[in-house]
């Protein structure tokens, strides 16, 4: 029975979906499990940003070379390996006795769910030889990563209310080890594939590059931009970035081959998706911290109240495709950063009393937004780019995205950490407003209008 069920194309789909939605949940039920950690563990605001960013980090910076690794070794076993580590890690998370121990286990597990987010979009391309099915299923995978994202917050302020912070992390460790024993039952093992291994030095130099902007963001709002850890590691950013452009351009096995990095959409569609992502993930884990420290709300309150967000998403995710198809992603990128904008700007008055709705209001605008602008960046990078090349395309935006939810944090926790969490969130969310339209500047002045080219899988699954 098992034998004649392997391999079917909704078992691979099933695992996939799962997966990479709890992989991106880990990072907003985190977020709403800050002020217990933060009490129970010690701290101040910048190693409760390090127990978000220890995660980013490690999931932006290797996301790339671990596609790489999963095209030529087998998705499937990448994926296995992925979530033993994700699953251990949360596990060591759970347990750490000190705040320390626990950003080292966030990292960790940062490094597993690197492993599984590319290797989902790679079980479903494997299983879905047609190109009309292929599209359907991956529109499929994009709503289990939206419902992740949502349900992230709910999930993890039920947790640690009726149980506690430890929790948020334990929970992980059976869905992996659950999901891992499905994909190794149901999905047909992955053939290898000849490609050449990505570039340790590369992998190195992003990494010191990412984490150096992120340290000295963080630490300055603890320690003061005098302070000479804030300057070296200002320093030592400047320096690995020089060299990982240095690199790339040298290197027999680039992360960013030379022909795709000479693709003008892959480039607008990176640079938009990591400002869009300032905004989502920075806006996440301050209002985390206010809900609960400035409102008094409860964890449950207070992941209750993001439900808009992903409501927002999905319903609006469903027609953006089709809007895309007709008239190119301009006009859904323009109206998603419109109001992205809007949506940091009523965030504004998250301190009245009694609460105001207009926050909900934001934080549905904030969800709409999202379902705009993340199809439509996809639609530029799979319309412009070779075909060969577009699994190395969408994984590059998506870690260029999570590189703007790295630095999002530390950006926002850093002006909580400097001016209070009162004044500090005010800062932030009109920071996070001029970036979405320093985004919406970027859209206007270099993404063009028209229709995009029509991609036969794109008008049979429509």
Known sequence: MIAAQRGRPRWALLCASLGFGLVVMHTTAVNVALPDIQAALGGQVAALQWCVNAYG???????????????????????????????????????????????????????????VAPTALALVRE?????????????????GLAAGFGLGPIIGGALVDLVSWR????????????????????????????????????????????GGVAFTLTEAGDAGW?????WIAAGASVLAASGFAWWERRSPSPL??????????????AAIGAIFNVMVYGEIFVLSLSFQEVQGLSPLQAGLLFLPQPIGTTIIAVTTGRWVARSGPRPALVAGLVLS???????????????????LAGLLCAGIAGGLVVPALHAMIAVDTPAD????????????????????????????????LTSGARIAFAVSAATQLAALALVVARVPRGVVRHDPAWAEAR
């Not at 299983?127 to 709503?143: F, Q």
């Not at 809007?342 to 207009?358: R, T, V």
């Not at 790295?406 to 002006?415: E, K, P, Q, R, Y």
């Open 57 to 115: 980090l490690a999931l932006a910076t290797l996301l790339l070379p671990f596609g790489a690794l999963a095209d030529r070794f087998g998705a499937r076993r990448m994926f296995l390996t992925g979530m033993a580590v994700f699953g251990s890690a949360s596990l060591a998370s759970s347990l750490a006795p000190g705040v320390a121990l626990l950003i080292a286990g966030q990292a960790a597990a940062g490094v597993g769910a690197a492993m």
């Open 127 to 143: 299983a879905y030889p047609d190109p009309a099915g292929r599209v359907r299923a991956i529109g499929k995978l994009s709503l």
């Open 167 to 210: 929790a948020v992390f334990l929970i992980d460790a059976p869905c992996a080890a659950a999901l891992a024993t499905c994909a190794a039952l149901f999905v047909h093992r992955s053939a290898p594939r000849p490609g050449r291994a990505p570039d340790p030095a590369a992998v190195v130099l992003g990494a010191l590059a990412v």
């Open 226 to 230: 005098t302070a000479a850890a804030v």
């Open 256 to 269: 960013l081959p030379a022909r795709l990095r000479a693709v003008p959409a892959v480039r607008r569609a």
């Open 341 to 359: 904008v809007a949506g940091a700007a009523m965030l504004l008055g998250f301190d009245q009393d009694p609460f105001p709705l207009a926050v």
């Open 389 to 420: 090349l577009v699994g190395i395309a969408a994984a590059a935006l998506n870690a260029s995205r999570q590189v703007g939810g790295v630095l999002g944090v530390a950006i926002m926790g850093s002006l909580v950490a400097a001016a209070g």
